[in-house]
């Protein structure tokens, strides 16, 4: 996947009733899409009156689980040090320490739970034995190409379960031995037969090999020369509404639709410079999870 710069947190938000008139900003229009389907609604302006206004309702606790912490004045060098502890770091740890290596991972905050929402194919999951943490399947996706083209993908698409993706690997983690730190790794020295990092608690650890798991925004890559990384930008919401047009066995993977937008010249022809899609996945006919995103 090329490098994800996604600016909007992906908001867990419950709204009794969001805003499916047409949307007052150009990066969201979540419903009003002129679904085909019989009843094409219309709802109120919520009295949140535009999505991009809405705050989370809390903040994500961290997970229930006692992880084995590396021990200051324990010298022992380790085989490998991973630093961060997102899906990569935590799987990385899980599976090379599987193999009788030791493995410290070192993250600010390990045991936070992760803030986006993640989608996958089943398929590909199921082939790295993670299925049981998928907490919705849909059997077919779509793409709403234009107003008039729809392709269906017989492929099934799945939300990942982040706390209990988190917890198994956590608890896989703990139980092949691999050390946890927190804190935030802020160098990292090579020398001929060894590595080693410093952290911003002073901390300094010392390891055969290094992985980066630190996330698009890593600071310890250096490129020859400048490079262009690309980004995404999405906006996320969990909704809650009267109804919705979704199918409830389809994922809807991108919605390039713009009649949505009317006539409206301003809004159409800023749409068609910059487009942007709508992803979306309903949980059933009262939630849908809605994230509008940008690409380049
Ligand atoms: C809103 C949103 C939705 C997304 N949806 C999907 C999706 O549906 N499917 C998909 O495949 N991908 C999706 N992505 C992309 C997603 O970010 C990556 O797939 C995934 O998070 C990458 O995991 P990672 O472990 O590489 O990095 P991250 O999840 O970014 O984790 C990096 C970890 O490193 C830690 N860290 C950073 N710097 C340091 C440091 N200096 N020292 C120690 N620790 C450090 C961080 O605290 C963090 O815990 C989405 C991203 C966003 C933002």
């Not at 698409?157 to 139980?175: F, N, P």
Request: charged share 25%; with cysteine.
């Amino acid at each position: 996947m090329a490098s994800f710069l996604r600016l909007s947190p992906p908001t867990l938000l419950s709204t009794s009733r969001p805003c499916l008139s047409p949307a007052k900003t150009p990066f969201f229009h979540p419903v009003d899409r002129n679904p085909p389907r019989k009843h094409h609604q219309r709802v109120q302006i919520s009295k949140f009156g535009s999505f991009l206004d809405l705050e989370p309702k809390s903040k994500p606790e961290p997970v229930d689980f006692d992880v084995p912490w590396f021990d200051p004045a324990d010298r022992r060098r380790f085989d490998v040090i991973v630093i961060g502890a997102g899906p990569a770091g935590l799987r990385l740890a899980e599976q090379v320490s599987g193999r009788g290596i030791k493995v410290c991972c070192l993250d600010p905050s390990p045991l936070s739970m992760w803030p986006n929402n993640y989608g996958v194919w089943v398929d590909e999951f199921e082939s790295l034995g993670l299925e049981d943490c998928l907490d919705k399947t849909w059997p077919m996706t779509c793409v709403y190409i234009n107003d008039t083209k729809t392709k269906y993908l017989d492929r099934a698409y799945g939300r990942v379960g982040r706390k209990e993706l988190k917890l198994k690997l956590l608890s896989d983690c703990a139980a092949n031995g691999v050390k946890f730190h927190k804190s935030k790794v802020w160098k990292v020295e090579h020398e001929e037969f060894e590595s080693s990092i410093a952290c911003d608690d002073g901390t300094e650890l010392k390891a055969s090999l290094i992985v980066d798991a630190s996330g698009f925004r890593s600071s310890f890559i250096e490129y020859d020369k400048p490079r262009n990384h690309g980004y995404q930008i999405a906006h996320g919401i969990l909704a809650e509404v009267d109804q919705h047009p979704f199918d409830l066995d389809k994922m809807v993977l991108m919605d390039w639709r713009d009649s949505h937008l009317g006539n409206e010249p301003y809004l159409r022809a800023s749409n068609s410079r910059l487009p942007t899609f709508l992803y979306a996945m309903p949980f059933d006919s009262n939630l849908v999870f809605l994230e509008e995103n940008l690409s380049r």
